[in-house]
C-alpha cells in the first residue's frame, strides 16, 4: 500500500511520524508539539552540531535502504557528539521529500532514525518538511551535553602525546565500492557479478555505522582524558591534519599500526586498490581518533578496541606517514570533500 504525503499533508505527517515518542532525558522538557522545543542544561554545557545530507551527493537510494539511511544519518550526528567527549541527547529532524517518496518511505526513514535514538537514548525533539524539486534531503541537528572540564576540543594535542584510533579503518570505504560494482552490474554496464557472501562486515560499515558511545565511556572508566579528539568521517589522514593544524603540532603515524580488518585487505586487492591509502583516506568509518599524554600509556595501551598508531611531534616536524620499509610520506587530505570532485586514489 502506498499513502502519498500529500493526502497527510505536513502536519499530518509530522503527527504520524512522531504521535508516539516519548521523552528519554531529563534535558527534554518538551518536545514535538509546539512552535520549539524547550530543553534545560543547569549544570552542563550545550554542544551543538548539524549535518546536512543529499541524495546524488551523500546516498544513493538505488542500493541504499530507507530505514539504514535513517539510522547512519542519526549516527553520523551522534558521533560528532562523542568526538567532543560529550553525550547526545536531542535531535531536531527535517526532511525535503520529492512527490515519488510516499508516507510508508518516510515511515522506514524514520524506524532506523528511531532504532538509533532509542539504542543511543536521545529524544526526538522537533524538525521541519517541505516538498523538494531535487529528491531527498536530510538536515539533523543535534544537542549533546558534557560537563565544561570533560569537553575535548581538536587544539589540545601537544609534542610527545601518543595518538590513537578506535576500530579499524577502511571498511566503510570498501563497502561503498561493494555497492557501487552492485549497481553498475545492476546497470549492465560491466561483466563483473555481484558476490556479497563473507562480506557483510564491509557493508555494514557503509550502511550501518555506529558511533563510538563506547569508547567514551571506557575512556571515562579508565580516567582517561584525552588531549584532542575528532571522529573519522573523512579519512584518517584529514582528521590528522584537522588535529596538527589547530594544535601547531607535527605527528609520525605508523603504517603497521593502523588497524585493518582482513576482509577490507581482501577487497582492497580484489579492486587493485592500495590497502593503506583506503584506510587513511577513504573516510566514514565515524572511528574516534584521539590523543592522550604519554603518562596513559600503559591504560590506552591495555583498552580493547583501541590502537596506538603513532606519536605527536613539535609543528616543524611536519605531519607524515612512515612506511613498513621505514620511507616517510607527507600527509595530504585526499579524503572526502564534498564541495569538489575527488576520489580515493
Not at 39 to 66: A, Q
Not at 269 to 294: H, K, Q, R, S
Request: glycine content about 8%.
Amino acid at each position: 500500500m502506498r499513502t502519498e504525503i500529500a493526502s497527510l499533508g505536513e502536519f499530518g505527517l509530522i503527527r504520524r511520524l512522531t504521535d508516539d515518542i516519548h521523552l528519554q532525558n531529563p534535558s527534554s522538557l518538551y518536545g514535538v508539539g509546539d512552535d520549539a522545543a524547550v530543553l534545560s542544561y543547569p549544570d552542563h554545557k550545550v554542544l551543538i552540531t548539524t549535518d546536512l545530507l543529499m541524495e546524488g551527493v551523500h546516498f544513493d537510494l538505488m542500493y541504499v535502504p530507507l530505514k539504514h539511511l535513517g539510522y547512519k544519518a542519526a549516527m553520523v550526528n551522534f558521533s560528532d557528539i562523542y568526538a567532543m567527549n560529550g553525550m547526545p541527547r536531542q535531535i531536531a529532524v527535517s526532511l525535503a521529500v520529492s512527490r515519488r517518496f510516499s508516507v510508508e518511505d518516510i515511515e522506514a526513514f524514520y524506524s532506523g532514525l528511531r532504532l538509533a535514538c532509542e539504542k543511543h537514548q536521545v529524544d526526538i525533539v522537533g524538525g521541519d518538511t517541505t516538498s523538494s524539486l531535487t529528491g531527498f534531503t536530510i538536515s539533523i541537528t543535534c544537542v549533546g551535553e558534557a560537563a565544561e572540564k570533560q569537553i575535548v576540543y581538536r587544539n589540545g594535542a601537544r609534542d610527545t602525546n601518543l595518538i590513537c584510533v578506535s576500530g579499524d579503518l577502511g571498511a566503510a570505504y570498501m563497502g561503498l565500492q561493494l555497492l557501487e560494482r552492485e549497481k553498475a552490474v545492476f546497470k549492465g554496464e560491466e561483466e563483473a557479478q555481484p558476490d556479497f557472501s563473507g562480506k557483510e562486515y564491509l557493508l555494514e560499515r557503509q550502511l550501518k555505522p555506529e558511533a563510538r558511545r563506547d569508547i567514551i565511556q571506557r575512556l571515562a572508566e579508565a580516567g582517561i582524558h584525552p588531549t584532542s579528539m575528532i571522529d573519522i568521517s573523512d579519512g584518517l589522514s584529514s582528521e590528522l591534519l584537522h588535529i596538527c593544524t589547530q594544535s601547531h603540532v607535527g605527528c609520525r603515524v605508523y603504517e603497521e599500526h593502523i588497524p585493518i580488518d582482513y576482509q577490507t585487505a581482501v577487497m582492497a586487492e580484489e579492486f587493485n586498490m592500495n590497502l593503506t591509502t583506503c584506510a587513511m583516506n577513504g573516510g566514514e568509518d565515524y572511528e574516534l581518533l584521539f590523543t592522550v599524554p604519554i603518562a596513559d600509556h600503559e591504560k590506552v595501551s591495555q583498552m580493547e578496541g583501541i590502537r596506538l598508531i603513532g606519536h605527536i611531534t613539535q609543528e616543524q616536524m611536519g605531519c607524515a606517514l612512515i612506511t613498513r620499509d621505514g620511507q616517510e610520506f607527507t600527509l595530504k587530505a585526499q579524503g572526502w570533500n564534498p564541495l569538489q570532485e575527488q576520489s580515493v586514489e
